[in-house]
């Protein structure tokens, strides 16, 4: 604690502090790695399948990233990725938009569709409607690549491993920071846009439930193939609805039912057994003050000064 | 079955045996056996706590404590040893060479510095040591009620007759002479070999009484301390000489124009020296109340310890030691007093001895009815109880019936000691656990207790200046020997408490801690006189700007302007009638109202005691810059103190905008209930938002809104306060998550287009919210509807049944449409009855932020704890400041045991006794499944709704280290608080404990006025027209950046910040992190290839590329990262 007090420090200002900024250092020593893959004798590195690609955001940038990229395949086949035609790039920055990613397999072939996503998924993530439209899937760290033709993505995979590449130039500049900050700002919802989508999904909505009610209706009171009527919220003999609380309260009637059926401190061994039951619950309540206590005690909390 | 069981039995005899040997019925049978000590001692036990003790718990805490302070037998044996010891050396020392008094050359060779005050310096009359004729060990040790940890034993040595001369009582002859015998004993204690160290002390702080502490080694090398004191012979002065009314301190002799004066029996005409005589009386008549009271206290251990249980009381309060404390002599005398009175009988039990006196205590007035010892029949001389009182002090008469026993106890510290007493009655008769705590384990300290603290420090020109202006103080000076301060505090209260009327509750000057120096040394040092004074204040008066005196024509007007000067004015009042009054701010301000009293002890001390105000240390205000915000222009009528009024602006605005919205009629549904949960709306909005101005130069218009410009200034940071509209239920909502959403977007148009048309207010329509400007505040109205909630926490299992299960999402929801209207609703309520609540709970969420912990505790949770505070004040009263707020908010975060006990808030006092017993029980069921802090209110008996997840365990401790150490800083600075004192310290966390600090860039920083050193001017538009275009709302990047390092990189740091204008961002490595892992898609994020010994690829972290993602993610925004450990 004495320690601790001599760190509050009186106000410094920024200035003396600026000249120490960390010495950032980029040391690359995957060369000799890319050299100890044996099964690779081309310069590109290919480890269970992924190929590694070394990127760094800008020119200005100190440190490479380390981006994965693999052909897509998955046992559901997507409309959106198409097999043989989607990359899979993992560990893109978290800063990175489609026009970066363009930019970087700009070479390889015609790039179709671009979709970013904060983890791996076997098919695209809905944007849901709930979800407010404000907030950006940010955060996103794997990338979807569809290219127009399979080779865009042997293309991307075989691309060198120790050459410099950048995920922005001048025309392709880095969305982020304050800038992006703004742009978000500037995003201003349509409120014609907004009140259409919502009215479209409503009357979807219901135009769903009628058709359920329509059906409910229809089914009322007609037998299924084995001869069950269902129970409905609707019609003459109304079934309550089957909530975990409306279930609780049947069994606890079942419960009491069967309690009052019961003698109570009719044996003597029973009596005994509830006279004992209360004096251990006493006992019960004494020894968890006993303990707390003691606990109080071992963190000294009764020594008042 | 019996049947069965026997024959088992006979049959196998064998299979007993092992039976037994096993464990599950040994376990039950030992079950059985301590059932049966249970029904013997432990039932009748129990009924006897339940009809004598408080409670169980109560009881078996109070043992434990007493079982801590007890002094050991060890302990009480070595004592003994040294107690005869001393007596054998002392009895049979060699009788000294006579001196005169003023003669000190024989001490100077011995090197032995007289431990009194000797002015004037010459006085007659001879000194030759005598060996005392008698030594006894005094009350607490012959009683067996000393407490742990300092314990001293005390030895009264009875000094023979002869050792006086007859005229010793007078011209303090007799305390010269008294401090002389002890240096002569400290002189011959030296020379032996097992003295280790010699001290002096003043006796209960009298400054005319030292006492000598010798240090022994015992035998088992320990060392004990003895205090030494000396008494008369009962028979060596007469008491009727030391009568309360008379003279013992010639005024010739003291002003030392002549020598003694010569008519010595003329001491009718001359003014009275009651505390003189009271000191002098107090040793001649001490063994003879020492006797009385061991004889009464003795024998009986439910007095002892409840003597004990009071004393611990009374230090947990200052009170016990120091100059004019309730010592514990007198403590002791009162405990004898009740029992005389049959208040207290010695076979009550400690808990009941206590009880009583506390009770009586709280009762009693020791100067209209003052409590005696005094049983026999009255004698000639014997002072009346008129003649007590007018000493100015408390009366207790003792058992000669001369003595004044309280004659060194101010009225003020009295009134102090019952206030406490009722304090501690009322929190002994809330059923809660923590009343063992309010009463004997809290420290009350001067700074917590009080709400306003000042000092006064004088030095020695202005004291004198100061005690030519106040009348009859020169006749006191010569009284107690020239120790002023002892005077001066008491005039001071007296004055004050005139002043302060109704504004103070209780009003008290500090008892200093007794000090003790070395026999060689010299004690006094006046250059400074310093006093250190407290006020509870009264809330509900004591922010009145004005005191109305009587009507101008009454005959006490005249009084009152000579009271208060030329303060006071006549004013016509409202009703027409004239009256002189004072009016002492004529700001609206609530920050210059909480002021008052500190213009009133300014103004109060310069006229009555030519106190200069620069001589007055007032500690009330000092961290009010922290709330404060400058404005721009500083003409403009708006005014901002600490922000109250921005909050009382907000609040308006908002009334329009309900009522507004309330009357919307194209809405198909009635709106329920419209409840504001921005922190604003209940008074906890540390900064609250300013009406907006924008300078339009600055900004971009996207279809009627303004949205922030590349190049130029950031805008000024607009919040938006969130309002919940609940629409009423109905069969028609639809039940499905989505359709809700959709449902309710419709419905937010409807409403933005109604409120722009008909309102005509400036309206922003999103998909999820309203915005709309009002007096230049955003409200963001939410439509709700408990259907989405109902929908959102119900869950289809397989079997079709229907479940309710809280999500993420449906618990968040919660807080939003339930919890967090209804924690509004009643910390309104609160902030209504304590206009200083909102201040305090807003200084309380400062300083949270300013340690960058802000996100890490939910702002509710600080809101419950101050909530907590002034709910449940013990052991204080309701807190008055926002200083004594914060104080006892730093002393709840770190002293309370957050692992053992949940933080009970009861809020609007729904809490029934039931929950009291039932909500612990439940916490110590779950404590493992509970986060690291739990805050239980009558709605959530759980206490997991706003502590949950966060703080985790190791964020509570570093939190709770910095609360103490905050708490031990402020306290330090606000009771010695010199001139530069930076008020600010603990607002400034240190830095080094992170791994990096990204600083922001200036420009950046909209908020960088409200930041802790930050003094920037925030511009402000008197007109509230925002034109056109909607502001630009919510928008603000250094948050928005610190929320997205968190989300990004959350998993590999901790990130901290101060959304208050912080201009620095902390970050920690988790070091789990760091670990390399398997090469497995899931592992790629941030970590790049390496190849181990195995040949294994693994994957290993980049903290470079992670920096590199910081400073691309901060562009714009970042100035630097930098290393604090490598500044070091």
Redesign the interface.
């Known amino acids: 604690?004495n320690h601790?007090?001599c760190?509050?420090?009186?106000?410094q200002s920024?200035s003396s502090?600026?000249n120490?900024?960390?010495q950032?250092?980029?040391e690359t020593n995957?060369k000799i790695?890319a050299s100890?893959n044996k099964m690779d004798n081309k310069s590109n590195?290919i480890?269970?399948g992924?190929s590694?690609l070394q990127v760094k955001?800008?020119d200005k940038?100190?440190?490479?990233?380390?981006l994965?990229l693999k052909e897509h395949s998955s046992a559901h086949q997507t409309v959106e990725w198409p097999q043989g035609r989607t990359l899979e790039v993992?560990?893109i920055?978290?800063?990175c938009t489609q026009d970066n990613l363009r930019k970087l397999f700009r070479d390889c072939g015609e790039i179709m569709r671009i979709y970013l996503q904060p983890k791996?998924t076997a098919m695209p993530l809905k944007a849901?409607?709930?979800v407010?439209?404000?907030t950006h899937i940010?955060?996103v760290?794997v990338a979807y690549v569809v290219f127009r033709k399979p080779n865009g993505v042997k293309n991307a995979c075989s691309l060198t491993y120790d050459k410099e590449r950048f995920l922005s130039d001048k025309d392709t500049p880095?969305m982020?920071?304050?800038?992006a900050?703004?742009h978000e700002?500037?995003d201003?919802?349509?409120?014609k846009i907004?009140?259409d989508?919502?009215?479209k999904?409503?009357a979807e909505?219901?135009k769903k439930?009628d058709e359920e009610a329509q059906q409910e209706k229809d089914m009322e009171g007609v037998p299924d193939e084995d001869g069950f009527i269902k129970v409905t919220r609707h019609g003459k003999n109304k079934g309550s609805?089957?909530?975990?609380?409306n279930?609780r309260k049947a069994k606890e009637k079942l419960r009491m039912k069967k309690k009052k059926t019961e003698l109570k401190d009719f044996y003597t061994s029973q009596f005994r057994e509830t006279k004992?039951k209360h004096?251990?619950e006493?006992?019960a309540?004494?020894e968890?003050?006993?303990r707390?206590?003691k606990?109080?005690?071992a963190?000294r909390?009764?020594?008042?000064? | 079955m019996m049947k069965r069981k026997i024959i088992t039995e006979v049959e196998e005899p064998a299979k007993k045996k092992i039976m037994t040997d096993d464990t599950g019925p040994k376990g039950r049978k030992k079950?059985k056996l301590?059932?049966r000590e249970?029904?013997m001692e432990?039932?009748s036990k129990?009924k006897e706590t339940e009809a004598l003790y408080h409670s169980?718990?109560f009881r078996?805490?109070v043992s434990?404590?007493l079982?801590?302070?007890t002094v050991k037998q060890k302990l009480r044996s070595r004592l003994e040893e040294a107690c005869t010891f001393i007596t054998e050396t002392l009895k049979n020392l060699p009788s000294g060479k006579e001196h005169k008094i003023t003669d000190k050359k024989w001490l100077k060779s011995k090197g032995i510095q007289i431990p009194i005050l000797e002015r004037p310096a010459h006085v007659k009359g001879t000194f030759q040591f005598e060996p005392p004729v008698d030594v006894c060990v005094s009350g607490s040790f012959v009683i067996d009620a000393m407490v742990m940890?300092d314990v001293v034993a005390d030895l009264i040595l009875v000094v023979p007759k002869g050792f006086f001369q007859p005229k010793d009582y007078l011209n303090q002859r007799y305390t010269r002479k008294r401090a002389l015998y002890l240096c002569s004993l400290a002189s011959h204690l030296d020379k032996l070999k097992r003295v280790q160290d010699l001290k002096f002390k003043n006796f209960m702080g009298n400054p005319h009484k030292p006492v000598l502490l010798v240090k022994l080694n015992s035998e088992d090398d320990k060392t004990v301390t003895l205090c030494l004191q000396v008494v008369p012979e009962t028979d060596t002065f007469k008491e009727s000489r030391f009568h309360v009314s008379k003279n013992n301190i010639r005024p010739g002799w003291f002003s030392e124009n002549s020598e003694e004066n010569q008519n010595d029996d003329g001491t009718e005409a001359l003014p009275a020296t009651p505390y003189y005589n009271s000191s002098v009386l107090h040793d001649l008549c001490l063994v003879r109340n020492k006797q009385f009271i061991e004889k009464i206290l003795g024998g009986s251990e439910g007095v002892r310890d409840g003597v004990k249980l009071l004393k611990?009381w009374l230090?947990?309060r200052e009170l016990l030691k120091g100059l004019g404390a309730f010592s514990s002599f007198l403590l002791s005398c009162y405990v004898a007093y009740l029992i005389m009175s049959k208040k207290v009988n010695k076979l009550m039990n400690y808990y009941q001895v206590f009880r009583t006196t506390i009770l009586f205590l709280s009762k009693s007035d020791w100067i209209l009815e003052p409590p005696s010892l005094f049983e026999d029949k009255p004698q000639k001389m014997q002072p009346s109880l008129d003649e007590f009182r007018e000493s100015g002090s408390c009366v207790f008469v003792d058992r000669s019936g001369f003595y004044n026993l309280a004659y060194m106890l101010p009225p003020h510290v009295f009134s102090r000691v019952k206030h406490e007493a009722e304090l501690s009655l009322d929190a002994l008769e809330q059923h809660q656990q923590s009343s063992f705590d309010a009463l004997?384990?809290a420290?009350v300290s001067f700074a917590r207790k009080f709400d306003h603290v000042f000092h006064i420090s004088l030095k020695g020109s202005q004291l004198n200046d100061t005690l030519e202006k106040i009348d009859g103080l020169q006749q006191k000076v010569m009284d107690v020997g020239g120790h002023v301060s002892l005077i001066l505090s008491q005039h001071v209260v007296t004055v004050l408490s005139e002043a302060l009327g109704k504004r103070a509750k209780l009003l008290q000057c500090k008892i200093d801690k007794p000090k003790e120096w070395s026999k060689c040394d010299d004690p006094h040092d006046d250059k400074e006189t310093r006093l250190t004074f407290g006020i509870c204040i009264d809330t509900a008066n004591a922010f009145n700007i004005l005191d109305k005196g009587p009507s101008a024509e009454a005959v006490e007007s005249r009084e009152f302007r000579a009271f208060w000067g030329d303060k006071s004015e006549m004013r016509r009042f409202k009703d027409g009638t004239i009256h002189e009054a004072v009016l002492w701010t004529d700001s609206t301000c609530q920050r210059d109202r909480r002021l008052v009293c500190r213009s009133i002890v300014q103004h109060v001390l310069q006229r009555h005691c030519s106190i200069p105000a620069k001589s007055i240390q007032y500690m009330e205000g000092k961290l009010d810059p922290l709330l404060h915000v400058n404005l721009l222009p500083k003409e403009s009528s708006l005014l901002y103190g600490t922000g109250e009024e921005q909050s009382l602006a907000v609040h308006h605005a908002f009334d329009h905008i309900s009522r507004a919205v309330r009357t919307l009629s194209s809405l198909p549904l009635s709106i329920h209930s419209i409840q504001g949960v921005h922190p604003v709306f209940r008074h906890a909005s540390v900064f609250p938002p300013l009406p907006v101005t924008q300078a339009s130069s600055d900004v971009?218009v996207?279809?009627g809104?303004a949205?922030?410009k590349?190049g130029k200034s950031l805008p000024q940071y607009i919040p938006a306060l969130k309002v919940i509209c609940m629409l009423e239920g109905s069969g028609k909502w639809?039940e499905?998550?989505?359709?809700i959403?959709?449902?309710k977007?419709?419905l937010h148009?409807k409403m933005?287009a109604e409120l722009r048309e008909r309102h005509s207010m400036s309206t922003?329509?999103?998909?999820?919210y309203v915005d709309v400007v009002k007096d230049g505040f955003v409200f963001r109205l939410v439509i709700s509807n408990t259907r989405e909630l109902a929908v959102l926490r119900t869950v289809k299992t397989e079997s079709?049944?229907?479940?309710?299960k809280d999500t993420e999402r449906s618990s968040a929801l919660e807080k939003e449409i339930v919890d967090l209207p209804r924690l509004t609703h009643l910390l309104h309520g609160i902030q209504q009855e304590n206009p200083v609540f909102s201040v305090t709970v807003r200084l309380c969420k400062r300083w949270i932020a300013s340690q960058m912990v802000c996100g890490l505790v939910s702002e509710e949770a600080v809101e419950l704890m101050v909530a907590y505070i002034f709910t449940s004040p013990h052991p204080y009263a309701v807190p008055g400041s926002p200083n004594t707020g914060l104080l006892r908010f730093l002393y709840l975060l770190s002293s309370f045991?957050w692992k053992?006990d949940p933080l009970m808030v009861n809020l609007n006092k729904d809490f029934t006794d039931e929950d009291y017993a039932s909500i612990p029980?439940e916490f110590?069921k779950n404590r493992t499944s509970l986060p690291s802090m739990c805050i239980c209110t009558p709605t959530d008996k759980q206490g997991t709704k706003w502590t949950k997840p966060l703080p985790t365990e190791p964020l509570l401790k570093r939190l709770i280290?910095l609360a103490?150490?905050s708490m031990?800083?402020l306290e330090c600075q606000i009771l010695k608080s010199v001139d530069v004192t930076?008020f600010k310290?603990?607002f400034?966390?240190?830095l080094?404990?992170f791994d990096?600090?990204i600083?922001l860039l200036k420009k950046?920083n909209v908020l960088h006025h409200q930041s802790v050193?930050g003094n920037e001017c925030v511009e402000i538009s008197e007109s509230k027209d925002t034109g056109k275009k909607f502001p630009?709302v919510n928008?603000c990047?250094a948050e928005?950046?610190f929320q997205?390092l968190q989300?990004?990189f959350g998993d590999l740091a901790m990130f901290f910040y101060d959304p208050f204008g912080g201009?620095v961002i902390g970050l920690v490595w988790k070091p789990q992190a760091f670990e390399d892992k398997d090469?497995k898609?899931v592992n790629?994020?941030?970590?790049?290839?390496?190849?181990n010994d195995t040949e294994k690829?693994n994957l290993e972290i980049?903290k470079?590329?992670i920096?590199?993602?910081i400073r691309?993610?901060?562009?714009?925004?970042?100035?630097?990262?930098?290393?604090p450990k490598?500044?070091q």
Do not use: W
């Open positions: 604690h601790y007090h760190l509050y420090h009186s106000y920024n502090l600026l120490h900024t960390v950032y250092q980029c995957l790695m100890q590195l480890i269970q992924y590694v955001a800008s940038s100190r440190a490479y990233r380390f994965y993992h560990n920055p978290p800063f791996a849901s409607l709930s407010s439209s404000g940010k955060n760290s880095l982020s920071g304050l800038r900050y703004m700002y500037k201003i919802p349509d409120v907004m009140e989508q919502a009215e999904y409503l909505y219901y439930k609805k089957r909530t975990e609380e279930e004992r004096i251990l006493l006992q309540k004494f968890e003050d006993k707390k206590i606990e109080m005690k963190s909390k009764f020594r008042p000064y | 079950g301590s059932d249970f029904n432990e039932i129990l169980s718990l078996l805490q434990e404590l079982r801590e302070i940890p611990v230090t947990q004997f384990m420290h971009d996207v279809s809104h949205v922030p590349e639809p499905e998550i989505e359709a959403v959709c449902l977007t419709l148009i933005g922003s329509v999103h998909k999820d079709g049944m229907i479940k309710f045991n053992a029980k110590q280290i103490h150490e031990t800083a930076d310290m603990i400034r966390p240190p080094c404990h990096l600090v600083h950046a050193d630009v928008f990047v928005k950046f997205d989300t990004t201009n090469f898609p790629f994020r941030f970590r790049r290839p390496v190849i690829p980049i470079d590329s920096l590199d993602d691309v993610m901060g562009g714009g925004i970042v100035q630097s990262i930098v290393s490598s500044l």
